[in-house]
């Protein structure tokens, strides 16, 4: 992999995500200059101090289009508007990416914006965070080992090879699919897993017991490690879970009905019907594990 | 606490949970003798081989008046049948008992039958186990700091007091409650997580993708703790779920409901409602995980 330098590159919102990907770009000598965009001071300042940007600044104005790159790592639903807002002041080289955990969060008119210019729009999403959040909580090894998903309108372009070196310049390992294919994947291997989790909990505390205690006591039984990712940030789910709407939706029909299937033959108390069901998800999970170690 | 010491004890189906407790029985001198029941030869003879059993027999006989207490350490749904066959062989003042996951899993007729004479039988669940199964599985200090729930059907007997002794001696917590409150508080602490982890590996190999490998790579981000609890052998849990089901239905129709409330929500794109819902499960884990840890 050739050198890749560049003199400047923007990071829009560097919570945890952008802020650790600041501090292993610079850590790689990958930009010169870290610029960081925020509302929130205190977060600017958290950035600062533990050097994962150079400069900070409190909106967004013409002086993004000195920035090579541009890293959009804001919530979710701020994605599409925000690719919007910096449009008008970008250069004809930039290319603007993001961290997103939905690809289909580029509206079609952002879309065709970008097709008119040189400027690059591409959706990206790195499989990798914490329970953690904001600046403070920026780690430099956060992509090492983990995955990149790309999801480029248009391939084989010359800006997609800029951006994957980018990210296995800084550990990642890079895989290319469309955004639909990311959506649907992601709404089975995450968000139907945080969903439940989320609800899960609300339903141990309606159940009918005199003491709460004895919920809680018995709780390493299963119930606490399968909670424990329903501890990450609850405004950055609820922007998850609508605009991966269209596929989170589906998956849950599917599983309501998987469950209920299981349901009734646990009515009926068909032991060898249930037995199988067992069996099989038994064998397909030794499976997932065997090819994913 | 006295020293508590027996001249046999007898566990029937010295499997994981039977061959750890003769394990920890020896280790603690609890008993002088340990005989294992197993219709399994193999079994036997590694319960012999690491000395969790000092002898072995393939079937239950007139011997087994010879133990002070009897663990009954079979599957879930072989406890009431065993407690009858052994009934007329019991001196008056064995003690029976068993380590299954269900409590409501005897038959009033059993009940009666042992409310009869002086043999006292007290239904028990340690909280303990791997995902691995047999005697050549057992560990020494598998009970060590984990709950064993008791659930007398009549209290203050002296022979509550004697398993109660012998769990704590060989590192347990007690905790007594009723066979119904140990079976709701494991339909959702227990029994809906495996339940769920069982079902959910089968709905994402229902997905509609080209290539599951894809599927399988990013099962990181979630799934794969996720569905930890799912490699559990799926004979027991046919077991569990059968004998449970008026609790675990129960539960699962909460569940059911709390999952379709925030479907909705979401149909709905109703940005408030499903904060509110994410954020109060979120303290209500926080609030588990204070008290338990």
Known sequence: MKDIKFKEITIIGPGLIGASLGLILKNKRIAKKIVGIDNSKKNIKDAIDNKSIDEGRLKIDEKIGRSDVIFICTPVSLIDSIANQIYPYLSDHSIVTDVGSVKNCFSAKTISLYD?????????????????????????????????????????????????????????????????????IMSITSHLPHLIAFTIVGTAFKIDLKKKKELINFSAGGFRDFTRIGSSDPKMWVDIFIHNRKYLLKTLKNFSS???????????????EIFNILKKNKEIRKSILKISD
């Open 116 to 184: 008119n210019k040189k400027s690059f729009l591409l959706p990206a999403h790195p499989i990798a965070g914490t329970e953690h959040s904001g600046a403070k909580s920026a780690q430099l090894n956060l992509f090492l080992n983990k995955w990149c998903i790309l999801t480029p309108q248009k391939k084989k372009k010359k800006q997609v090879s800029i951006i994957s070196s980018i990210w296995k310049k800084i550990g990642a390992k890079i895989s290319i699919m469309s955004a639909d294919q990311h959506d649907k």
């Open 258 to 272: 998987d469950i209920k299937t299981l349901e009734n033959s646990i009515k009926n108390c068909e032991e060898k």
